[in-house]
């Protein structure tokens, strides 16, 4: 592709410096993971990274939050980073939502039937907690209460298991020891599942990632495929960035993360994506 570049320090000792490209044409769309790109979960974002994400915004790109978080866990992202338009993929790209003044607005939605995967879980691993996403009343409807901080959103404990996958669900997550160890068998029930970590798997729809979402994104705003830029740090972001025309890895991601990306930053510690904002920022 053929772009403008800026020169980059990759956040690895001895590593070789790194050009960013950055797209020829204008408006370009970035599309940014919040935990472990935007903020270290649990915490906030960093004023600098606010400032340059609006900056970013002011240069008239498009901003668009990519992540595996529900449509709740999202809203207080948005606040901090005072978006007021613009729109957000949620759920590993399940739920697209337009951001209009104050609120979330779901657009488009992408369900399953839960039923299979779940009850292949009970089986395999009894202990496992579980998890559906629930759209309508904004949270999560659980087999028991997650640990504080690993779900977004309110959580709503079933009386029986089987009010788990008694309607579809745009996501479903699975937290237990060694949970990772269940995603081959778990994919032969006709459903996307990414490990998030060695105990954390989540399942969506088949065929559905981040990238289908920010491609309905992309075409909406009518942006050239070209102008798409992606950064994140997890395995969930390597479809992003697949889709994106230059991806940008986090400093601490995995390296099978890394090996997918056309570059890689600075850690979340070193506020990584800061200088990558302040590139785009300047392309006008």
Known sequence: MNAHSVTHSDAHPGAARQALRLPTTVPALLALDIDG??????????????????????????VVLATGRSLAGVRPVVRQLGLRSGAVVCSNGAVIARICGRRLIVEQHVTFDPKTVLLRVCGAAPDALLAVEDLERGGWRVSQKFPRGRLNGPQHRVRWEHDLWDRPTTRAVIHADDAADLTGELS?????????????LDVNAKNLSKATGLEQVR?????????????????????????AATAVAMGQAHDEVKAAADMVTGTIDEHGLVSVLHALAALR
Do not use: Y
């Open 219 to 243: 075409l909406a705003a009518g942006i050239d495929k070209d102008a798409t830029i992606a950064v994140g740090d997890a395995a969930n972001d390597v479809p992003a960035f697949e889709w």
């Open 37 to 62: 790109t935007l903020l270290v979960t649990g915490q906030k974002i960093p004023a600098a990274t606010v400032r340059a994400v609006r900056a970013v915004v002011a240069a008239g790109h498009s």
């Open 188 to 200: 032969w029930c006709g459903v996307t599942v990414t490990a998030a970590g060695a105990d954390w």
